[in-house]
């Protein structure tokens, strides 16, 4: 059964201008982690963003949030300001207790100038 | 700096030949992974390992092999057993001391890019 959906293949955001990634998972575990990560052209994969089950308060990073509901399973990745550079495929992750962290399809973001 | 290190970032091979792909980590990290990508696609496990000495299959672990004779390394060989090699492969690692809750951060290598001419 799929873990990590991200129903989005493809998103446009203009420049400077907010944009959210949705992802939803699946877990019958309390605890478990939720990572988000980017993979530019070049192809590695930058870890940009982690949140926890238990954590009371949504993540953010800088100009990166995780917009984080529990009870929907769902950990958005809110991208505010878009830059150029943020171009990319994006990932959503989990990883539950004991296991292998587990990947979404992943969406590619394009930022218009 | 520490980080994870990969080699080649290219790789060419004819049919039939073995290739290893390198994976090396100085973050003193426990765990480490093997993933392949083909294009437009998301990462699949390959092959990991929690421990020296010790490895497991992950989801398509069919015509490649694996060792981890050191903490620092965990290199993946490629075989003529793998029908369809031809992708990107990354490696990864992560600590371990989360695990039981799942927190662990991973973090990848730049990836190696294989072509089967």
């Known amino acids: 059964a799929q873990k990590i959906t991200q129903t989005q293949p493809g998103m446009f955001v203009q420049e400077k201008e907010a944009v959210t990634l949705d992802c939803t998972y699946d877990?019958?575990?309390?605890?478990?982690?939720l990572f988000w990560y980017k993979q530019p052209s070049s192809g590695e994969m930058i870890f940009l963003i982690y949140?926890?089950?238990?954590?009371?308060q949504n993540a953010t990073e800088g100009r990166y949030s995780l917009n984080f509901q529990k009870a929907r399973k769902s950990a958005n990745l809110v991208i505010s300001a878009s830059q150029l550079g943020d171009s990319a495929m994006y990932f959503c992750?989990?990883?539950?207790?004991?296991?292998?962290?587990?990947f979404g399809a992943g969406t590619r973001l394009t930022v218009k100038p | 700096d520490g980080g994870i290190t990969q080699s080649p970032k290219y790789l060419f091979r004819k049919e039939g030949q073995n290739v290893t792909l390198s994976c090396e980590q100085n973050?003193?990290?426990?765990?480490m992974y093997w993933y392949r990508q083909d294009p437009g696609q998301g990462l699949r496990l390959i092959y990991y390992?929690?421990?020296?000495?010790?490895?497991q299959k992950g989801d398509i672990a069919e015509g490649y092999s694996v060792s981890r004779e050191k903490k620092e390394s965990f290199p993946l060989t490629v075989t003529s057993a793998q029908k369809n090699p031809t992708a990107f492969y990354l490696c990864?690692?992560?600590?371990?001391?989360?695990?039981?809750?799942?927190?662990?951060?991973?973090?990848f290598g730049p990836g190696t890019r294989l072509t089967v001419l």
């Open positions: 990864a690692s992560r600590e371990t001391s989360g695990s039981l809750r799942g927190t662990d951060t991973q973090y």
């Open positions: 877990t019958s575990d309390q605890s478990y982690g």
């Open positions: 949140q926890g089950s238990y954590d009371e």
């Open positions: 992750a989990m990883r539950e207790p004991g296991r292998d962290m587990r």
């Open positions: 973050l003193n990290h426990d765990a």
């Open positions: 390992s929690q421990i020296v000495n010790d490895f």
